[in-house]
């Protein structure tokens, strides 16, 4: 069974960029996440997805980060304008439904300069 | 909302020997799942463990709910050990949240 992908691995980009990360879940898992972990820190929900719809984006800076899962699928999560302290690991996750264990990509890694 | 608290922060071992990993949290939570993040920050699962004392290969974990903590034991530690362990609780809706993590780092 293939595991969750995210692309790019590595993104280095300068203040005010815009930057885009890809995540393709585990086949058949209806819920996916998004986590921020920044450097010497455990992870931190950003938002969480039940197929297509938001269930909690409560962490999310909204006026700079966006997310959507469009047809229940893969997803996206953008910045923009980066600023120096998004610099960090953004992981993605997904598991069957909301109540099972979640299984995570490899992250993917931003540096902000 | 709910706290989680890791112990120790760092810990250093000579390959073969056992450690005791302690995870704390403030509340009651739905669930409880440990972790071992990689040098390269892969996360794996270790274990999913609400309740009750799990057991894969060196490794076991034992969640004493009503008392709020949770142990990982690792016992004969080899090199590939190393990386960081975190303890991970659910409360509403599978909304995991972590704790800061501990440090290990096993030498030959």
């Known amino acids: 069974e293939a595991g969750v992908a995210q692309s790019p691995r590595y993104k280095i980009i300068e203040k005010r960029q815009s930057v885009a990360f890809w995540c393709n879940p585990i086949?058949?898992?209806?819920?996916l996440y998004w986590y921020q972990q920044i450097l010497g820190q455990g992870p931190k929900l950003l938002i969480q997805?039940?197929?297509?719809?938001?269930?909690?984006d409560s962490q999310l800076p909204k006026d700079r980060f966006s997310a959507e899962r469009l047809k229940g699928v893969d997803s996206t999560l953008k910045i923009q304008p980066a600023k120096l302290e998004d610099s960090a690991v953004y992981l993605c996750?997904?598991?069957?439904?909301?109540?099972?264990?979640?299984?995570f990509g490899p992250g993917t890694r931003l540096l902000v300069l | 909302g709910i706290q989680v608290e890791q112990s120790p922060p760092d810990l250093i071992l000579q390959e073969g020997a056992n450690s005791t990993l302690r995870c704390n949290f403030s509340?009651?939570?739905?669930?409880l799942q440990w972790f071992h993040q990689n040098p390269w920050g892969q996360l794996i699962n270790l274990f999913y463990?609400?309740?009750g004392t799990k057991q894969n290969g060196r490794l076991s974990a034992t969640t004493v709910a009503t008392e709020r903590y949770s142990l990982l034991y690792i016992s004969s530690s080899q090199t590939t050990d190393s990386g960081v362990y975190f303890c991970?609780?659910?409360?509403?809706?599978?909304?995991?949240?972590f704790g800061a993590g501990t440090r290990l780092a096993v030498h030959p």
């Open positions: 996750a997904s598991s069957f439904t909301a109540q099972e264990t979640q299984y």
């Open positions: 086949s058949g898992h209806a819920t």
């Open positions: 997805f039940q197929n297509n719809g938001v269930v909690d």
């Open positions: 509340d009651s939570v739905n669930n």
């Open positions: 463990i609400p309740s």
């Open positions: 991970a609780v659910t409360g509403g809706y599978n909304k995991l949240i």
